[in-house]
Each structure stands twice: as structure tokens, then as C-alpha cells.
């Protein structure tokens, strides 16, 4: 590429989409990408924080509503996306910033795994089965890739037996997984927050999205002819407002358990991140501008200093 792309990262509630589009107003042929496995679902807005109309009129946006929210997609779609909108925008010598989130979306980009095909039959079976079970199976056939899934998630258990099972092949087995960092000529600019700061900031972030009409974005989707996809209603404060909406738990009660779910994913988003020694962090004093901090050290990325 004419122009090395710059990644900004950080976990949700970082300000990442802001200081990108403080960058793009810097740098004129600036493009965004965003590595997010929310916002690639039309109809999900309010709740993933995508980009607002307004903002993407004003700078070109790449990998947004890419899939209905009834629909399954894959990191291997998102892959083929970003690396069409990096061709794309290289293309016209335009700067790429791509703001991430969403830890293995990123490394699939910048690293090129080669990603594993699809079974769906036995996709459907296994989802089935308790959680338990998909843990334990997995832990019998492929023990590296149990090791490295929360006994919990669901999604990505039944993700890893499915390659397991269609293919013959371990999981684990596929490229040199996400603990490998080789050079790339990819440019990373990390958002590190005080923790008491960070948890602050994603309670008033979930309470503006409320107040946004996040519970009305969520019963349109419910009323959609097709159900939702199962990532789709496991998306952080969907599943809590689905629950409301279906009459499980108060809107109150959903609220909180948004903001407690949103900070432990935080967490998890900063020690995926933290784990690659090639990110260059920026460590944010709460009391100073968080555009005035970071910008500087994306422009210098870029050239421009």
C-alpha cells in the first residue's frame, strides 16, 4: 500500500471513533474502517456505538451494516470486507485508520490468518447442546483451543467443534492463532484508561444510549419477519434488553446489568490487546483532553506531525 495503514484501538468507551474522526479532520483523505462485530448489522446503531449519519457524510466509513441482524457473519466475511476497503482506499492514496474493538477481527486483517470453512449442519447440532457439554467436548479433541475460550461463551465453543468435527483438524490447528505477533506494516495506537475512569465513562455511555431510544431500536429488531441471529441477541446490553422487552427483568434491571456486562467485556478487550507487544499505548491522564493526547501520536503515524 501507498500509505501504511494506522490502527486506533482500545476497549469500548475509549473514545477510539472520536479521535478518529479528529485524524480525518486533519488528514483530508483519511477513511475509516470499523473493526467491530456489531456494527456490521444493519438495524444495531444506538447500542454499538456506530458512527452517526452525520459523521460518516463527513468521512468516508467502510464495514458498517454489512449483514442483516437475523443473519450469521463470520471473521472470514469480515476479513474479505476490510481487506476490500484497504485495497480500495490504497487505491486512491488514501490513509486507512482502522478503529478497532473487536481483538480477533483485527488480528485476521492485519495478520492474514487463514481462517477455517463452515459446516453448518454440525454448526446446528452442537448449538443445541448445553454449554457444559460444548466445553467438555472441545477439551477432549482439542485442548489448546479449549484453553484459550471462556468455558461460558458459547458462540466461540461451538465455532471451534465445528471446525473440529467438519474438518478433522484441530482448531488450534489453523494459522499461528492470536499469539503470534509477526511485523506488519500496520501502524497500532492503543487507548489505555484508568480503570475507575474507563468504568465511569462506560456507565454514562450506556445511560446516553438509553436515553437515545435504545429500548425502541431494540423492539423494531425483535419485530423484524426474521429472528435474530444468535450473535445478534448475545451483543452486550441487547441480550439485557431483550430480557426487559420480553418481560424477564425490569428496564432498571437491564440497565445495570448492561453496564456490569459491558465493563467486565472492557477487561477482557484490554488483556486481548495488551497481549501484542507491536501496540504503541497511549496512557490517558482522566484530567486532560483525550483528543489533545492521542491525536498527536496517530498523526505522527501517519506522516504528519
Known amino acids: 500500500m501507498t500509505q501504511p495503514p494506522v490502527v486506533i484501538l482500545g476497549p469500548t468507551a475509549s473514545g477510539k471513533s472520536d479521535v478518529a474522526m479528529h485524524v480525518a479532520q486533519v488528514v483530508r483523505d483519511a477513511e475509516i474502517i470499523a473493526v ?39 471473521v472470514a ?17 488514501g490513509h486507512a485508520l482502522l478503529v478497532a474493538g473487536t ?24 448449538e443445541s447442546l448445553p454449554v457444559e457439554e460444548l466445553f467438555g467436548r472441545l477439551s477432549a479433541v482439542d ?18 467443534l465445528e471446525v473440529c468435527l467438519g474438518s478433522g483438524r484441530r482448531f488450534s490447528s489453523f494459522g499461528p492463532g492470536a499469539n ?45 419477519p426474521a429472528p435474530l441471529s444468535l450473535t445478534a441477541r448475545q451483543a452486550l446490553g441487547y441480550k ?14 437491564a440497565v445495570a446489568e448492561t453496564i456490569l456486562r459491558t465493563r467486565q467485556f472492557a477487561v477482557r478487550q484490554e488483556r486481548w490487546f495488551r497481549r501484542d507487544p ?13 483528543v489533545e493526547q492521542v491525536v498527536p501520536k496517530v498523526l505522527n503515524c501517519l506522516g504528519r506531525n
Not at 458512527?51 to 437475523?70: I, K, R
Not at 434488553?241 to 432498571?252: A, N, R, W
Open 36 to 74: 467491530d462485530a456489531m456494527m456490521v448489522y444493519r438495524g444495531m446503531d444506538i447500542g454499538t456505538g456506530k458512527p452517526t449519519t452525520a459523521d460518516q457524510n463527513q468521512v468516508p466509513h467502510h464495514c458498517l451494516d454489512l449483514q442483516d441482524a437475523s443473519e450469521r457473519f463470520t
Open 77 to 93: 466475511d469480515f476479513q474479505q470486507h476490510a481487506n476490500e476497503a484497504l485495497t480500495s482506499i490504497a487505491s486512491r492514496d
Open 103 to 126: 481483538g480477533m477481527y483485527l488480528q485476521a486483517v492485519i495478520d492474514g490468518f487463514t481462517l477455517p470453512g463452515e459446516f453448518p449442519e454440525i454448526r446446528a447440532e452442537l
Open 143 to 160: 485442548p489448546e483451543a479449549a484453553a484459550k475460550i471462556e468455558p461460558t461463551n458459547s458462540r466461540r465453543l461451538v465455532r471451534a
Open 180 to 224: 503470534v505477533y509477526p511485523p506488519t506494516e500496520f501502524r497500532q495506537v492503543g487507548i489505555l484508561w484508568p480503570r475507575p475512569e474507563l468504568a465511569q465513562r462506560i456507565e454514562i455511555r450506556v445511560h446516553s444510549m438509553i436515553e437515545a431510544g435504545w429500548v425502541d431500536e431494540v423492539r423494531k429488531l425483535l419485530a423484524m
Open 240 to 253: 439485557e434488553l431483550i430480557s426487559h422487552l420480553e418481560g424477564h427483568m425490569s428496564l432498571d434491571h
Open 278 to 290: 507491536r501496540i504503541d499505548w497511549v496512557n490517558v491522564d482522566a484530567g486532560e483532553n483525550l
